[in-house]
T-cell receptor
Framework: AQKVTQAQTEISVVEKEDVTLDCVYETRDTTYYLFWYKQPPSGELVFLIR??????QNEISGRYSWNFQKSTSSFNFTITASQVVDSAVYFCALSEVKNQAGTALIFGKGTTLSVSS | KAGVTQTPRYLIKTRGQQVTLSCSPISGHRSVSWYQQTPGQGLQFLFEYFSETQRNKGNFPGRFSGRQFSNSRSEMNVSTLELGDSALYLC????????????FGEGSRLTVL
């Protein structure tokens, strides 16, 4: 069965600290996608990144970076030099590709990040 | 370009009533998905519509239904409301080509009393 586990329920850091959000997934498919979304208090889920199962290359986007390791079924997210505006709930999600159709995501429970000044 | 628009943003119903929520996707997007978010169960996939056809369905009872119109706008309906249906209902749109990026609306927050 497909499953996404975000073991960290809440993380609190002080501004400028680096923080890593963990994500472990389970799937039997060889073709799948992994995502990270950010949910600010407004409620809207904001897309951060998509990674397919054949691309294990790590990615960096500004202060954000992602580490994808198939060997450990993990897709971790690091924020460098955190800022107060980074405070939000972060979700990791998994999508299996079936017949090139559908975008049903399986979400983890989310990690609430609080950054204080 | 305009984002995903959901209406109403907030609503209160009583047990046994029914509710209809609306979602207008980003122009050009043909896929609309619905998700339920609760503190206990988190984010759960309800269903996805593509070109007016339901393409995927999550594990929810038949009281939850949806439809999509020719202009890609979608509605979801929940009949015979239960207290446990209180949740944030999120709509997401995408181009619909495989597992692409989903663009979410701000959600409709339903409270069932």
């Amino acid at each position: 069965a497909q499953k996404v586990t975000q073991a960290q329920t809440e993380i609190s850091v002080v501004e400028k600290e680096d923080v890593t959000l963990d994500c472990v997934y389970e799937t039997r498919d060889t073709t799948y996608y992994l995502f990270w979304y950010k949910q600010p208090p407004s409620g809207e889920l904001v897309f951060l990144i998509r990674r397919n199962s054949f691309d294990e290359q790590n990615e960096i986007s500004g202060r954000y970076s992602w580490n994808f390791q198939k060997s450990t079924s993990s897709f971790n997210f690091t924020i460098t030099a955190s800022q107060v505006v980074d405070s939000a709930v972060y979700f990791c999600a998994l999508s299996e590709v079936k017949n090139q159709a559908g975008t049903a995501l399986i979400f983890g429970k989310g990690t609430t990040l609080s950054v204080s000044s | 370009k305009a984002g995903v628009t959901q209406t109403p943003r907030y609503l209160i119903k009583t047990r046994g009533q029914q509710v209809t929520l609306s979602c207008s996707p980003i122009s050009g997007h043909r896929s609309v998905s619905w998700y339920q978010q609760t503190p206990g169960q988190g984010l759960q996939f309800l269903f996805e519509y593509f070109s007016e056809t339901q393409r995927n369905k999550g594990n929810f009872p038949g009281r939850f239904s949806g439809r999509q119109f020719s202009n890609s706008r979608s509605e979801m309906n929940v009949s015979t409301l239960e207290l446990g249906d209180s949740a944030l209902y999120l709509c997401a749109s995408s181009l619909g080509r495989g597992s692409g990026e989903l663009f979410f609306g701000e959600g409709s927050r339903l409270t069932v009393l």
